[in-house]
């Protein structure tokens, strides 16, 4: 099998995936890079050396022969790639293909009604919906977008970004993190307003005021980092708190590793939400933001991790107030939270399913996993998603409305 992998630019959360696949398939595999990456990923330390990864082509130096890997390929997986002139011709081409998409909507879903944007999203998507082609939800509001407008009706499936996995063996797991003194929370991501990291001081603020013994680890940089570090002088934290600035992927996961609780505090306008994987990968108990991307897919509520919903700040320090209050009878989300990655939302998993995916795709049939990648996605509406919810919502399509030569068929 020949396989392509089209997207805007290779970084550490889509090299293990491409790994995984370039192990199975070989020179069967290539990776299509769109364009450079821009400056302020790099300075994040998110950049690699394309020259020095044998599967990677770049489009802007060699467009004949990407182009060319692209239309003769048994299998396309285009990302986003910024230039659609180069996907429209193999959607046409009848030829099996996937798109993976985050949301279409994430401001919310009236831009629907738009009359210039349903054009352009018929263009991109809906023609499609009858032909080869499904589409992968990297996160778990994206199905809803695409149901909004009718489109891959009976094709949308589970997807996701799959960070580097680390495991441990069961001794090094239980000694990794401090058994005694506070405990170790960490706060990681773009200092911006999206991801609220001023949550992260007014909880520390009641932390203190409760007497509870902490530490806070917040890694990243952006425009609020002053305002913040400001924030933590004027309430007399700065003890308390460790600033790390822009930090390499490797050393903010030898962070977490020793760190007990990780808080991601962003909003709805987060697709994904990578830094969740690699929390669960360290051993945190995971307190997310029920309107991430990733939180329906990869937090059971309670059992691998505590989700809040509405974005609302006295919901998500209840949560922490709470671990505080009964550690001991909490910390084992962490392990939870630790082998959903290593069992199931890896890299090494998700290269092994999507293979067998497109192995029924090009056979005429649409065999979706279990659970985890590339299990139907549900339709799950923005905002609606409650904490212990199981995700499971049947999708609600009716009598053969929709349906087409490549309706799914239970597998044999």
């Known amino acids: 099998?020949?396989?392509?992998?089209?997207?805007?630019?290779?970084?550490?959360?889509?090299?293990?995936?491409?790994?995984?696949?370039?192990?199975?398939?070989?020179?069967?595999?290539?990776?299509?890079?769109t364009m450079p990456m821009e400056a302020e990923r790099v300075?994040?330390?998110?950049?690699?050396?394309?020259?020095?990864?044998?599967?990677?082509?770049?489009?802007?130096?060699?467009?004949?022969?990407?182009?060319?890997?692209?239309?003769?390929?048994?299998?396309?997986?285009?990302?986003?790639?910024?230039?659609?002139?180069?996907?429209?011709?193999?959607?046409?081409?009848?030829?099996?293909?996937?798109?993976?998409?985050?949301?279409?909507?994430?401001?919310?879903?009236?831009?629907?009604?738009?009359?210039?944007?349903?054009?352009?999203?018929?263009?991109?998507?809906?023609?499609?919906?009858?032909?080869?082609?499904?589409?992968?939800?990297?996160?778990?509001?994206?199905?809803?977008?695409?149901?909004?407008?009718?489109?891959?009706?009976?094709?949308?499936?589970?997807?996701?970004?799959?960070?580097?996995?680390?495991?441990?063996?069961?001794?090094?797991?239980?000694?990794?993190?401090?058994?005694?003194?506070?405990?170790?929370?960490?706060?990681?991501?773009?200092?911006?307003?999206?991801?609220?990291?001023?949550?992260a001081v007014r909880l520390c603020k009641t932390l203190r005021e409760k007497g509870y013994?902490?530490?806070?680890?917040?890694?990243?940089?952006?425009?609020?980092?002053?305002?913040?570090?400001?924030?933590?002088?004027?309430?007399?934290?700065?003890?308390?708190?460790?600033f790390y600035g822009y930090t390499k992927p490797e050393q903010v996961r030898d962070v977490m590793e020793k760190c007990h609780i990780h808080l991601f505090t962003s909003n709805h306008l987060e697709g994904w939400g990578a830094v969740i994987n690699e929390g669960m990968n360290s051993g945190c108990v995971e307190v997310v933001d029920a309107r991430v991307g990733a939180a329906p897919y990869l937090i059971r509520h309670g059992e691998n991790g505590l989700l809040y919903s509405g974005g609302r700040f006295e919901k998500m320090e209840a949560l922490v107030l709470d671990l505080f209050e009964n550690w001991e009878e909490r910390r084992g989300m962490g392990r939870?939270?630790?082998?959903?990655?290593?069992?199931?939302?890896n890299a090494e998993h998700a290269a092994s399913a999507l293979l067998r995916f497109v192995d029924g795709m090009r056979q005429g049939r649409l065999c979706p996993e279990e659970e985890g990648p590339l299990s139907e996605a549900p339709i799950i509406k923005p905002g609606k998603y409650l904490p212990g919810d199981d995700g499971r919502v049947k999708t609600p399509w009716q009598?053969?409305?929709g349906r087409s030569r490549w309706e799914r068929k239970k597998s044999v």
């Open 213 to 242: 013994a902490y530490r806070m680890h917040m890694l990243g940089g952006g425009e609020l980092e002053s305002v913040v570090k400001e924030e933590v002088e004027r309430e007399g934290l700065a003890d308390d708190f460790v």
């Open 43 to 199: 300075e994040m330390g998110w950049s690699v050396d394309v020259d020095e990864i044998p599967y990677v082509m770049c489009l802007y130096r060699d467009e004949y022969e990407c182009l060319k890997r692209i239309m003769e390929s048994d299998v396309v997986l285009f990302g986003w790639t910024g230039r659609e002139d180069i996907v429209t011709p193999r959607l046409r081409s009848g030829k099996t293909t996937l798109r993976v998409s985050e949301r279409l909507y994430r401001e919310g879903q009236w831009k629907a009604v738009s009359p210039r944007g349903l054009v352009a999203k018929y263009r991109e998507h809906i023609r499609y919906r009858g032909e080869n082609i499904c589409m992968l939800c990297a996160g778990a509001y994206a199905a809803s977008d695409f149901h909004l407008i009718d489109a891959y009706p009976g094709k949308l499936f589970k997807w996701g970004y799959f960070t580097k996995l680390r495991t441990y063996d069961d001794e090094t797991f239980a000694a990794m993190k401090p058994q005694e003194g506070p405990l170790q929370i960490v706060w990681a991501g773009r200092f911006i307003p999206l991801k609220h990291p001023e949550y």
């Open 1 to 33: 099998m020949t396989f392509v992998f089209v997207s805007n630019y290779i970084n550490h959360h889509q090299l293990p995936f491409c790994e995984a696949l370039y192990k199975r398939l070989g020179k069967g595999f290539v990776f299509i890079q």
């Open 336 to 345: 939870a939270a630790y082998e959903t990655i290593r069992d199931i939302w």
């Open 399 to 401: 009598g053969n409305k």
